[in-house]
């Protein structure tokens, strides 16, 4: 049991607060991945050297932005992550 006493029947659903603002020639992505592969996406995003940046807040959504040109790449790299089942994309910007 967490420590505020509540079952995780009695909690609401963790709803994403992350605003990512875009400036000129960044695409964004949007995606849901479980708590515990959090991190393991985080590692394996960052092997690609400026590929992308990381948002996460907690509630299950990450948004990612990346270059324009770069947009092909990470989501060549995503479906392959999703065929592996760690991520779910929610939409692309």
Do not use: K, W
Not at 31 to 52: F, I, K, Q, W
Not at 60 to 73: D, Q, S, Y
């Amino acid at each position: 049991m967490p420590l505020d006493g509540t079952s995780p029947a009695d909690r609401q659903p963790r709803v994403s607060r992350a605003a990512v603002i875009l400036g000129r020639g960044l695409a964004v992505r949007r995606l849901r991945v479980a708590d515990r592969d959090t991190v393991y996406l985080r590692s394996v995003l960052e092997a690609y050297d400026g590929l992308t940046c990381f948002y996460g807040d907690g509630s299950g959504t990450v948004t990612l932005t990346t270059p324009e040109g770069r947009a092909h790449e990470l989501d060549g790299l995503l479906e392959d992550l999703r065929r592996e089942g760690l991520v779910l994309v929610d939409g692309a910007g």
